[in-house]
């Protein structure tokens, strides 16, 4: 990896070789596809990488594109770069900031010593038998038809599956949140404003009931998120309410469900258009987790997440200005030749893989743990039941807001 890519935008920088451009007078140089076949994105992002790597673009309201390794990773990693004022790509209006995304430390800290311990491996594999329960019936259930969409009949459900299960959520709710939190992913998709609205304000009340649900029944805190949440909001020194706990929860309901749906559903299309790594990891399913390690590196889901600078500052020889977004373009990141050999090859036990898939930073992923045991549980449930699948009609492209299929039509050839 080369030096540092930007610096503290002084005068004498300003006067250097640095791009000084206003935004009035800057023009679009690169436009992200809307409409995109499985794997074309990363042409695009290869060719950026080599002849523009931080390009200004006009979509959205204007935002930089980070698509180097270096770029992302130090942009991540620098307190000047916040999430408070844009977090992602196109900026959502909120009437509030929703915790703990929209929240840079100090403030986002409290929640994150909330959350991590309740997130460890330790507390997640204790849910590990629901978990497999819901992939042997999502998988059953294809099975039982020939096949069906890896999305719609197995990813979406099964990642809602499991962390309703983490969160305790009551069995008569389960079903409940399986239908929103699907019909939610698909609105965001679609940029359905209502439906998103509709959704986002039922989940909401699924989080308070589900708060007040299981403190009623006095779980442990060093064990139960909502728990966990709520001895935070005791705290006087932070200022973490029950209103703030309860929007937490929320939060982490959606982004349980769309991260995993999206990096699962690029599992089953790769694996489908490769029936030699099936049958490999079939032979020898102790190669999976590295086997994991590589789809997330490959099919990294994120590219929205933004930073924003609190102060004028150079990245890559440009000048961002002072809230600027910037949207940090993971799955090109993840394939950058500078740090990955062979970027564009799946190589099953690759040295030194430090992928960006759950980010980096003080916003890395909580849930990092759980994304890896849930993707081992589904991948192994769906290549022990089958004999071989294969797709079966064309792989449709979720948009611009994540990276990963939206429907995956399968044919499925029992174990």
Request: charged content about 25%.
């Amino acid at each position: 990896m080369g030096g540092c890519p930007y610096t503290r935008a002084t005068a004498s920088a300003a006067a250097g070789d640095a791009d000084t451009r206003t935004r009035d007078q800057r023009t679009g140089e690169w436009s992200p596809a809307l409409e995109e076949e499985f794997g074309t994105a990363h042409s695009q992002y290869a060719e950026l990488r080599q002849t523009n790597p931080f390009p200004w673009s006009e979509d959205f309201g204007g935002f930089w594109a980070a698509t180097t390794y270096d770029d992302v990773v130090r942009v991540t990693q620098d307190e000047r770069f916040i999430t408070s004022v844009q977090n992602v790509v196109p900026h959502v209006p909120r009437s509030s900031r929703r915790p703990p995304l929209h929240f840079d430390p100090p403030e986002h800290t409290a929640y994150r010593e909330a959350i991590d311990p309740v997130m460890r491996r330790g507390v997640v594999r204790t849910h590990e038998a629901a978990f497999r329960a819901s992939a042997e019936e999502h998988v059953g259930a294809m099975l039982n038809r020939g096949g069906g969409d890896g999305i719609a009949d197995f990813a979406a459900p099964f990642v809602v599956d499991c962390f309703a299960a983490y969160l305790g959520v009551p069995a008569e709710l389960t079903r409940r949140v399986r239908e929103i939190g699907v019909r939610y992913g698909f609105a965001i998709q679609d940029m359905d404003d209502p439906v998103i609205a509709e959704c986002s304000a039922q989940l909401y009340e699924i989080a308070e009931r589900l708060y007040h649900a299981r403190l009623a029944q006095e779980p442990d805190p060093s064990l139960d998120l909502v728990a966990s949440l709520h001895a935070a909001a005791q705290d006087p020194s932070n200022h973490i309410t029950e209103r703030t706990a309860i929007a937490t929860i929320r939060q982490m309901i959606v982004a349980g469900m769309a991260a995993p749906q999206a990096v699962l559903g690029s599992c089953v299309v790769h694996l489908a258009g490769d029936p030699e790594l099936q049958a490999r990891l079939r032979a020898k399913p102790e190669d999976l987790p590295a086997a994991i390690e590589e789809f997330l590196r490959l099919h990294a889901p994120y590219r929205v997440f933004a930073r924003t600078p609190r102060e004028d500052v150079v990245v890559h020889g440009r000048l961002v200005r002072e809230r600027e977004p910037i949207a940090l373009i993971y799955p090109s990141a993840n394939r950058d030749p500078e740090v990955f050999h062979d970027p564009d090859e799946f190589v099953l036990h690759r040295r030194n893989n430090s992928h960006l898939a759950f980010g980096r930073g003080a916003h890395r992923c909580p849930a990092a743990t759980m994304g890896r045991v849930e993707l081992l549980i589904a991948l192994e449930t769906l290549l022990a039941r089958t004999r071989s699948f294969e797709l079966d009609g064309a792989v449709r492209m979720m948009n611009w807001l994540e990276y990963g299929p939206r429907t995956v039509p399968l044919r499925i050839d029992a174990a």
